[in-house]
């Protein structure tokens, strides 16, 4: 369960050695369950998404101590675990010398296999459509539909114009209810 302890409180903390573990598992309570849905969003594997939250992690320890408050810390964490995902996704797409489309075919087998996935046949419907996207609007829809992020967070995370990002989700929403639509 997140907790609801200010950003501030932690960084605080995290600036003083004697209470950076305690602000460190703070920042985890609140921001951990968060940060994997949305790696999980885009990766779909279970096991990757925690390797990938592991690794997210990490890097938040290690730059956490030079974070400047110019943007939120949360919006900056998503900016991590964003990279971290395009990263993985390419690795994984150079790795197996697959286009992206072929990525998408392998994580929607992933998806029906995985006994992590406990969605209803509309979910799994929705999942399979957001694997059709291209990588831009699959984050930009998931973070305004799963994380009800605002366009202007979003902005921050990926540095993008608030138009482009309003484009690039109604084009989502629009390819999504094509895909949907489809299925029937």
């Known amino acids: 369960m997140p907790i609801e302890v200010d ?3 932690i960084l605080s903390k995290f600036q003083d050695e004697k209470t950076r573990n305690e602000a460190f598992n703070l ?3 609140k921001y951990q369950q968060k940060i994997y849905w949305h790696v999980r969003r885009m990766v779909i594997d279970h096991d ?7 690794d997210v992690f990490v890097k938040v320890w290690k730059n956490l101590i030079n974070f400047r408050a110019d943007a ?6 998503y ?3 964003t990279n971290e995902c395009i990263t ?5 797409k150079q790795k197996n010398n697959v286009s992206l ?4 075919y392998e994580l929607a087998d992933t998806l029906a296999d995985s006994a992590y996935f406990s969605g209803d046949a509309i979910q799994k419907k929705l999942q399979e459509a957001l694997l059709t996207l291209p990588e831009k609007q699959k984050l930009v829809f998931n973070m305004k539909y799963y994380d009800d992020m605002k366009y202007e ?3 921050q995370v990926l540095g993008t114009s608030v138009g482009a990002l309003k484009a690039s989700f109604h084009l989502a929403v629009k390819k999504i209810e094509s895909y949907l639509l489809s299925k029937d």
Not at 72 to 77: I, S
Not at 101 to 104: S, Y
């Open 48 to 54: 990757d998404a925690d390797d990938l939250v592991q």
């Open 153 to 155: 967070e979003i902005s």
């Open 101 to 104: 489309d072929d990525v998408a």
């Open 88 to 92: 993985f996704l390419n690795k994984k």
């Open 27 to 29: 920042l985890l309570k």
């Open 79 to 81: 900016r991590i675990a």
């Open 72 to 77: 939120q810390l949360y919006t900056w964490m």
């Open 7 to 9: 950003d501030a409180v």
